[in-house]
């Protein structure tokens, strides 16, 4: 299972849903691919943002003409 939202970010929710469901549990990085200007976004700020970016990283990704 993928997290992405906010709600992600909640301190020990990763394993807390992998105990409760048996499942593998992570949370969702969509610039696992993609490569950032260090100065703009470096890491930490990766790990922070990538949940709350998860969409508008998908739909930015998306080309003109795309069905949903």
Known sequence: MLLSGGGALIHGMTTDLNRRLGLEVEM??????????????????????GPIAAVGVGLALRNV????
């Open 28 to 49: 969702i990085d969509p610039f696992k691919k993609i490569t950032c200007n260090k100065s703009i976004l470096d890491k930490e700020a990766e790990g922070r943002l």
């Open 65 to 68: 003409g795309d069905k949903a």
